[in-house]
């Protein structure tokens, strides 16, 4: 019998310098904890890891704590432009969207781009338009914005307009994570009661992108890959090197072509393939037995998985 799992992420980083304070880290654990039991309930009802991982990133598209929806960074403009993604590993089927700006959960539109369009990648003014037409929930670009985003954009362009910063490398409340140095991103893997893989990635970019930049999150195979064949996987980090390396795919062909475990594969890519491109990051995968693995070449990674009707784990820092 399948025991369904779902592992989710909220960026990876560096360990903020200050002192951290004690609530601020809890409040971080706490919502890990609740968005790993929103997608939990799915699964233990018998729902599927499509719908367990749309789940959990739109609660982590609603968190001011992620970089992703309510709480995305800004660009150099200081505008937000979204990206998100979504695969269903039992059908290869997919859908992204790239820099929109006014779809509330990106991650329902890559869905709705998935299962309601011929096509698998709508960008622009043209992916919010047709997430209206789908009748998905619309909101002024500002419902995205936090005084905490906004003073990073502040921070980084002070320190020049060439510093373009990961989301969680520049905080002001001091969270776990040094917002200065930390990618944002969220992302969620999951095997279902059936059988089947799915992951979902969705993110805010990296504060003061240049406008019109699009990084890893919507980009099948690079953000974001599924294969009941393999392993589900998502990934946080510098987009352009998890682009240049095609991560989370890599993952998935290293297991299918040599036969090396999930953690094996995971591993290579994030050790030894990412860092001499300068991929700072991390991902999660989950592969068709149920195995989770959690690698990242940062300090911490914001991160949390669970075996459903078992206790969840939830741990930001290497253990
Ligand atoms: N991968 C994201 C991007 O490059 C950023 C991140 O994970 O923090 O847009």
Request: with cysteine; proline share 4%.
């Amino acid at each position: 019998m399948i025991k369904p799992v779902l592992a989710i992420h909220g960026g990876a980083g560096a360990i903020t310098r200050a002192q951290i304070i004690p609530a601020v880290k809890l409040a971080y654990e706490d919502a890990l904890r609740s968005i790993l039991a929103g997608g939990e309930r799915i699964l233990a009802n018998g729902g599927s890891a499509l719908d367990a991982v749309t789940e959990a990133v739109r609660l982590l598209e609603e968190c001011p704590l992620f970089n992703a929806g309510h709480g995305a960074v800004f660009t150099r403009d200081a505008t937000h432009e979204l990206d998100a993604s979504i695969m269903d590993g039992s059908t290869l089927a997919c859908g992204a969207v790239a820099n929109v700006r006014t779809i509330r959960n990106p991650v329902r539109a890559a869905r709705a781009v998935m299962e309601h369009s011929p096509h698998v990648f709508f960008a622009g003014d043209n992916a919010d338009a047709f997430a209206r037409e789908q009748g998905l929930e619309i909101v002024d670009s500002s419902f995205f914005s936090t005084p905490d985003r906004h003073a990073q954009l502040i921070k980084a362009q002070e320190t020049g307009v060439d510093s373009i910063v990961l989301d969680h490398d520049g905080v002001v409340d001091q969270p776990p994570l040094d917002e200065s140095k930390k990618m944002g991103t969220v992302g969620a893997v999951a095997l279902d009661a059936h059988g089947n893989l799915a992951a979902a990635t969705s993110t805010g970019g990296m504060t003061n992108k240049w406008p019109g930049r699009v990084g890893d999150s919507p980009i099948i195979g690079a953000g974001c890959y599924a294969n009941n064949a393999s392993c589900a996987v998502s990934t946080t980090g510098k987009g352009e090197a998890f682009i240049r390396a095609v991560a989370a795919y890599d993952v998935a062909a290293m297991m299918e072509y040599t036969g090396v475990s999930l953690e094996h594969a995971a591993h290579k890519v994030v050790y030894e393939k990412l860092p001499p491109l300068d991929g700072a990051g991390g991902l999660i995968a989950v592969d068709k037995h149920g195995n989770i693995t959690m690698p990242f070449n940062t300090e911490g990674m914001y991160r949390g998985s669970v075996v459903v009707g078992q206790a969840a784990l939830v741990a930001i820092y290497r253990e």
